[in-house]
């Protein structure tokens, strides 16, 4: 741990660094650091240490650094001189006082974004986005157009935070769609679904662009005359459903579930004279353009499926109330999309759980598995069963592969299989979309899709298997995060069963850090339970892909 400040400027720099690797400095305060910083050559260490302190807590992503050194320096190459040189300068000293860089290990990329970088990298990207975000950057002119943006399913937009749900497009931005899928609804009625990966730009009332990706458009009645703009051809619509896909070569391929469309391939002046000048789609009917400029068509076989017409079931979104800081402390109703249509349910409908087995996996370091508020209840197991989002047994123990047999759960001596066993006050039934909802802290500095988990059932039979969790239905890019109080948390007596959480003695305290809750849906049928059958518990296991822990606050079942 690093030495307490030592005056009020330490004490302040300390203040501002805090907030840096937490992302919520803006750009008068970094020119407060980078002035302190230039004040003391002892704040570099200072500022290194505190980095160090975080990662130790397990409040920073410690990933490999090998292969990102390259993007390092291509991102800072975008910064102004004197960020370049602070950043940079902050950078090589983490890096030559913290341990030696892991062995390379065989692990999947999240996404296409931070997730996939190593701590520093993510540090230079957050100080990029403050300065794409201030006055004087070289950001595109644009404007607040009709166009809404009224749904977002597991979306992550590269270089920014999502945008709110219901919010205007901004005419003639580029929207980079890393992860997920999002819905535009246009003045006439028409709406467009986009799929990861995409990029595209709103145009007009009634013109979408997109150079890369995936789109279905829904045009009712009313609506006709839309148009869709690709590198390759202009689609427009004459009151239809239809699909788009543009691949890396700008190939483009249309498919018109039902209704007409009209497709206009883009010739250029090289183009063949073979090139196509209009062609109407009807029902059931698909083209390709085969290139930019080419003109080419050729006819493609219908694929029914490539139409998208709603998003997928999924937590939308939650609310709470706040504590005296303004921030959330305990659930009061989650909205949830099944079979398609949203509803919202009060916390007193929702089925609690009770935790009835906990074990870290052996050998594994972690700075505690207990929080909740500043005093401990007398009788902890409310920690658990609440609707509180700043209390439960956190770090649980897991495996990297999930379970195929049973968990062992009363086994008397160390065999016990490492994770957290849940029982519902009652059976949930396995009904259309999520059946049970699952949150999770997350300090806003760490990787933005949550710790992944493991989730099973508590007996094992033919058909019936564990799900992994890599994705959150709402993720801390997502507004609906909502940030909430600090929690304490408990270290002291050694944990290794629920016993221990429930009489252990603990002190508890809290760091300056800012925390959000994460959200994903369950549907027990991808655990393959049939529909309409009633679960009685299940069991949760923390992924160890990486050295993070799921730390879940809230599980429910859905009336």
């Known amino acids: 741990m690093n030495s307490p400040p030592s005056s009020a400027s330490d004490e302040r720099f300390e203040e501002l660094w805090t907030d840096y690797l937490e992302g919520e400095l803006d750009e008068p305060g970094l020119a407060e650091l980078r002035t ?5 050559n002892g704040r570099l260490r200072q500022a290194t240490e505190l980095h160090q302190t975080h990662r130790m807590l397990g409040f920073l992503a410690d990933e490999d650094r090998v292969g990102s050194e390259e993007f390092i320096r291509a991102t800072m190459r975008k910064l102004p001189a004197d960020s370049e040189t602070f950043i940079s300068r902050v950078v090589r000293t983490q890096q030559q006082h913290a341990p030696a860089a892991p062995q390379p290990r065989k692990t999947a990329w999240r996404s296409f974004g931070v997730a996939a970088l190593g701590a520093a990298a993510a540090l230079v990207l957050m100080v990029l986005f403050l300065w794409r975000e201030t006055p004087g950057s070289d950001a595109p002119s644009v404007a607040a157009s009709p166009v809404r943006i009224t749904r977002l399913a ?3 937009f590269f270089g920014e935070l999502n945008p709110q749900v219901d919010s205007a497009a901004q005419r003639g931005k580029d929207y980079i769609l890393t992860e997920g899928l999002a819905e535009l609804k246009f003045p006439s009625g028409a709406t467009a679904i986009l799929e990861a990966p995409a990029v595209f730009r709103v145009l007009g009332d009634e013109l979408l662009a997109m150079d890369a990706g995936q789109c279905s458009v829904h045009a009712p009645p009313g609506a006709e005359g839309f148009r869709l703009e690709t590198p390759a051809s202009t689609v427009v619509d004459r009151g239809t459903r239809f699909s788009v896909r543009v691949n890396e ?13 009209d497709v206009y391939p883009v010739a250029g002046a090289n183009a063949p004279a073979r090139a196509t000048q209009e062609v109407r789609l009807t029902e059931q009917q698909a083209l390709r353009v085969l290139g930019h400029d080419t003109g080419v068509t050729t006819a493609a076989k219908f694929d029914g499926r490539s139409y998208r017409a709603e998003l997928p079931d999924r937590v939308v979104s939650f609310t709470a109330n706040t504590g005296a800081d303004g921030d959330a402390e305990s659930l009061t109703s989650v909205t949830v999309q099944r079979e398609g249509k949203e509803a919202r349910y009060p916390v007193e409908a929702l089925i609690p759980s009770d935790v009835v087995w906990f074990k870290p996996s052996p050998g594994t370091k972690s700075p505690g598995h207990l929080i909740g508020p500043a005093t401990l209840p007398t009788d902890r197991r409310t920690l658990f069963s609440s609707s509180s989002l700043i209390s439960g047994a956190i770090n649980p123990g897991g495996s990297r592969e999930p379970l195929t047999s049973d968990p062992l759960l009363n086994d008397a001596s160390k065999a016990g299989t490492p994770g957290m066993a849940v029982r519902f006050r009652q059976p949930v039934r396995n009904g259309p979309g999520p059946d049970v909802v699952f949150f999770e802290i997350q300090v ?3 990787p933005p899709e ?17 799900q992994t969790f890599r994705k959150y ?15 304490h948390l408990y270290t002291g007596s050694p944990v290794s069963s629920v016993d221990d959480l429930l009489s252990g003695k603990f002190d508890g305290r809290t760091f300056k850090m800012t925390y959000r809750v994460v959200a994903v849906g369950i549907d027990l049928s991808d655990l393959g339970y049939a529909a309409g059958e009633m ?6 296991q923390d992924a160890e892909d990486d050295d993070l822990r799921v730390d879940p606050v809230f599980i429910a079942g859905l009336p």
């Not at 949550?450 to 298997?465: I, K, N, Q």
């Not at 801390?476 to 909502?482: D, G, I, K, Q, V």
Request: proline content about 5%; glycine content about 8%.
């Open 444 to 446: 806003v500095s760490l």
């Open 36 to 40: 302190l910083l230039g004040e003391d």
């Open 535 to 540: 679960v009685e518990g299940l069991f949760f």
């Open 473 to 487: 239905d709402i993720n801390l890019l997502s507004p609906e995060a909502l940030r909430i109080v600090r929690p």
């Open 249 to 261: 070569t700008s190939e483009t391929e249309v498919q018109v579930i039902e209704g007409i469309a």
């Open 450 to 466: 949550g710790d992944a988990f493991h989730c099973s059932p508590l007996h094992f039979r033919e058909g019936l298997r564990s």
């Open 154 to 156: 597991r979306a992550q």
